[in-house]
Nanobody
Framework: QVQVVESGGGSVQSGGSLRLSCAAS????????MAWFRQAPGKEREGVVA???????SYADSVKGRFTVSRDNVKNMLYLQMNSLKPEDTAMYYC??????????????????WGQGTQVTVSS
């Protein structure tokens, strides 16, 4: 059974940093598109960043220059380094895996496996 487990969330002040981690038991990991999505209370889930097996990335405009995604295809890990955090970044952050050909953040539909989420709260 596939498991996707996020960690690293927490509470920080505006301007602070957090690093999220995601362990995914999908195989072969290097062929999966991995992504971070987030959902704030009362809002729809939105894509943050996606990265394919070759390291090609796609970021949401709202996080470009502040967030950096990376993946370790040996350890089956995905990371999200979040710097210069803003209150509007407050949300539940989800890790997702897509076995298909695309690697997008415009929709969550293609993603086959999801974690339970980790909460990020940024106070002003």
């Amino acid at each position: 059974q596939v498991q996707v487990v996020e960690s690293g969330g927490g509470s920080v002040q505006s301007g602070g940093s957090l690093r999220l981690s995601c362990a995914a038991s999908v195989s072969p990991y290097s062929t999966y598109c991995m992504a971070w999505f987030r959902q704030a209370p009362g809002k729809e889930r939105e894509g943050v960043v996606a990265v394919d097996g070759d390291g090609m990335t796609s970021y949401a405009d709202s996080v470009k220059g502040r967030f950096t995604v990376s993946r370790d295809n040996v350890k089956n890990m995905l990371y999200l380094q979040m710097n210069s955090l803003k209150p509007e970044d407050t949300a539940m952050y989800y890790c997702a895996a897509d076995a298909g050909w695309g690697c997008t953040i415009t929709t969550s539909e293609p993603y086959d496996y999801w974690g339970q989420g980790t909460q990020v709260t940024v106070s002003s």
